[in-house]
């Protein structure tokens, strides 16, 4: 298959990329900065654009199978005002340009759009899967309407994939990258009480269920990735402190976490429950289902540092 990747150099991008042509799959990267183009695979074909904009990298997309679109604003910064323009703009504006791309494609291409399992809200008890309603917070109404721009304006021959994504787990980026340092120095600890279920996935089970979805031609509309055993805050503290032979007494406080990161804050003390029930309905099998090995294999050491074990 033929992907065109928005968002090609960003930590989910890069692992995309390498995974999809390790594959056998032909793969486009679309960045916008050309100096950036040294993270990706000499492989991968590269084509400079904004995705927020029309421009002549639509003419490369409209040529693939499959197009997948990573393109948002890190909501892992302070919520300020603007940041929070930018968090919804960049997704809503990508998305667009996304949609107008695949309604020119063939008639069996694919948008499959990144969204997050932010869509549910916080601080909800039961067990969300893909029909359950979104929340109410600001990031739920993020990616209800980042959702409905892909649902309502592409052709409604087109198949359309709203990936609903975990925090991801990987060696090169993501919150590990963040998080690990503090650790190591043995300052790590609990978010807020800690009581808070932890979503998660594994960068290689994400860049899998990718290819899966691609290749699933049934499989429509919202798709849960995340892991199936949903864990709490304190559990993801206390795994990652022993592996690596790390006290973790401490504990952020919600106050602490608020005055950093404003609204932020409650996404990151309270958490709901979502479960992958369209991927373990289709047969998808996780490589890494449980935290415990899936932080094993992001912290061992290897040669290729960086590179998907596939």
Same mark, same amino acid.
């Given at each position: 298959m033929k992907f065109f990747i928005m968002g090609a150099n960003g930590f989910i991008g890069r692992n995309l990329t390498k995974y999809l042509l390790s594959q056998g799959h032909k793969v486009i990267g679309l960045?916008?900065?050309k100096k950036k183009a040294d993270a990706l695979p000499p492989e991968c074909e590269i084509v400079i654009g904004n995705p927020l904009k029309e421009g002549s990298w639509q003419k490369k997309a409209v040529q693939t199978d499959v197009i997948v679109n990573l393109v948002g604003?890190?909501?892992?910064?302070?919520?300020t005002d603007k940041a929070k323009r930018e968090i919804y703009f960049t997704r809503i504006e990508s998305?667009?340009?996304?949609?107008?791309?695949?309604?020119?494609m063939k008639?069996?291409?694919v948008l499959i759009n990144g969204n997050a399992i932010g869509y549910y809200g916080v601080s909800r008890?039961?067990?969300?899967?893909?029909? @359950? #309603?979104?929340?109410?917070?600001?990031l739920a109404k993020v990616c209800l309407d980042w959702q409905n721009i892909a649902l309502s304006k592409a052709d409604k021959l087109k198949r359309v994939v709203i990936a609903r994504i975990a925090p991801v787990l990987g060696r090169d980026g993501g919150m590990i990258s963040k998080i690990l340092p503090i650790f190591k120095l043995g300052l790590g600890g609990k978010l807020g009480s800690g009581k808070q279920p932890f979503c998660w996935i594994h960068i290689l089970d994400l860049v899998r269920a990718f290819e899966f979805i691609a290749q699933k031609k049934n499989i429509?509309?919202?798709?849960?990735?995340? @892991? #199936?055993?949903?864990?709490?805050?304190h559990d993801f503290t206390k795994i990652l402190g022993e592996l690596l032979s790390r006290p973790t007494f401490f504990s952020v406080p919600t106050i602490f976490l608020r005055i950093l990161f404003k609204d932020l804050a409650d996404v990151m003390t309270k958490g709901s429950k979502v479960f992958p029930d369209v991927l373990i309905k289709e047969g998808f099998e996780f490589r890494f289902p449980n935290l415990k090995e899936a932080?094993?294999?992001?912290l061992k050491e290897e040669t290729n540092?960086?590179?998907?074990v596939v």
């Open positions: 960045i916008r900065d604003k890190n909501i892992f910064t302070r919520w998305t667009k340009q996304a949609v107008n791309c695949l309604n020119k008639e069996n291409g008890k039961e067990i969300l899967k893909e029909d @359950s #309603p979104p929340g109410n917070d600001f429509n509309g919202p798709v849960n990735i995340t @892991s #199936p055993h949903i864990i709490t805050n932080l094993k294999e992001i540092r960086g590179c998907v």
